[in-house]
C-alpha cells in the first residue's frame, strides 16, 4: 500500500511538471516594448521610444533587433541635450533610428551585425575587442534578449556624433519655426 501512494505520488508531481511545461511553451515571449519595460535599468530608454512615436511599432511589427541604450547612457548625455531630445518627437525619432534594424541578429552572428542598416539605411559600426564588442562606439553590455519580435541588445553609452546631429537638427527646427 505504501508503494502505491509513493508511485501515485511520482505520478502527480510528473504531471504537474508536464503541465507547467506545457503552460511555458503556450506564452508566448512579451514583445519588444514589454520587454524594454520590465527592465528597470532600460527606463529612459523606454521614454524615448513613446516620445518619438516608436512605441507601437516595437509592440506589434518585426522582427526587429533593438540596441537599447541603458539608463547610464542617458545620465552621460549633457543635461541641456537630453532635454532637447526628450521634447523633440522627430530628433528623438531621428536618434533612435540609427538604434533599430530590421531582422534579428544574435550577438554571435558578426557577419549579419557588420552588414545590419539601421532603420535610416545607415550601416552598424561593429567592433570586437578583447575587452567585449562594440556598436558604434557603445560597449555591448548585454545581448540576446530574445522577444516575440525580435531581439534586444543593450548597449552602455550612445554615439556621440549622433546625438550631436539629433540635437543640430532639433535647434534648426526650432530656429526655423
Do not use: W
Amino acid at each position: 500500500m505504501r508503494d502505491l501512494k509513493i508511485v501515485t505520488m511520482f505520478m502527480l508531481l510528473a504531471a504537474f511538471a508536464i503541465a507547467q511545461d506545457a503552460l511555458r511553451e503556450a506564452t508566448p515571449a512579451p514583445d519588444l516594448l514589454s520587454t524594454l519595460q520590465a527592465d528597470r535599468s532600460l527606463a529612459m530608454f523606454v521614454t524615448a521610444v513613446q516620445s518619438s512615436g516608436m512605441a507601437k511599432m516595437l509592440r506589434e511589427e518585426g522582427p526587429f533587433t533593438v540596441f537599447a541604450l541603458s539608463n547610464r547612457a542617458f545620465a552621460n548625455l549633457p543635461k541641456e541635450d537630453r532635454e532637447t531630445l526628450l521634447t523633440d518627437r522627430a530628433a528623438m525619432h531621428l536618434l533612435l533610428a540609427h538604434y533599430i534594424a530590421r531582422g534579428t541578429i544574435p550577438a554571435d552572428d558578426t557577419a549579419s551585425l557588420q552588414s545590419a542598416r539601421t532603420l535610416v539605411g545607415v550601416k552598424l559600426h561593429i567592433d570586437i575587442r578583447s575587452e567585449g564588442s562594440y556598436v558604434n562606439g557603445a560597449k555591448l553590455v548585454q545581448s540576446e534578449i530574445p522577444c516575440r519580435n525580435g531581439m534586444i541588445h543593450v548597449l552602455d553609452s550612445f554615439d556621440p556624433g549622433l546625438v550631436r546631429d539629433a540635437v543640430a537638427m532639433s535647434r534648426t527646427n526650432r530656429e526655423a519655426k
